[in-house]
């Protein structure tokens, strides 16, 4: 085994996030007699702190064994939106450099959306409700 240098981005911080969402979805089938997990869509902020290729290369370690094995993530990036107390608007902010309403351009840190994960949906496969056809002949 060769003994890499230790990364600036550890894949700590992803890892446990990732383990956190299989324990989540592998509850959530419970009972619903799902064959196959195809993919995992998630909202990941852009406030988040999660680098995605972290995310994925993680995935692919908590999922071994567990229903979600072999499936997909599908990361969603979701922009960060600010509140602006001047207009009474929030505002999607273009970049993260400056957190200004983008109509006035004042200054807000009344941060709306960006800085959570969240699962959005699972693309998934039903047990069939009746046994397949035998082939044998
Ligand atoms: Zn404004």
Redesign the pocket.
């Given at each position: 085994m060769v003994r890499r240098p230790h990364r600036e981005n550890c894949p700590g911080h992803e890892l446990s996030i990732v383990h956190g969402i299989v324990t989540t979805v592998t509850e959530s089938l419970i009972g619903r007699h799902v064959s196959q997990v195809y993919s995992v869509k998630l909202n990941v902020g852009a406030l988040s702190g999660v680098v995605e290729d972290a995310l994925q290369f993680s995935y692919g370690i908590a999922t071994e064994g567990s229903i979600l094995a072999g499936s997909r993530i599908e990361v969603v990036h979701i922009p960060v939106r600010v509140y602006?107390a001047?207009?009474q608007?929030e505002?999607e902010l273009p970049s993260l450099r400056s957190f200004r309403?983008i109509?006035?351009?004042?200054p807000?840190m009344d941060i709306r959306s960006g800085r959570k994960l969240d699962i959005e949906s699972l693309e998934i496969d039903k047990e069939p409700a009746t046994p397949p056809a035998s082939l044998s002949n």
């Open positions: 602006c001047e207009c608007l505002s309403c109509h006035c351009g004042t807000s």
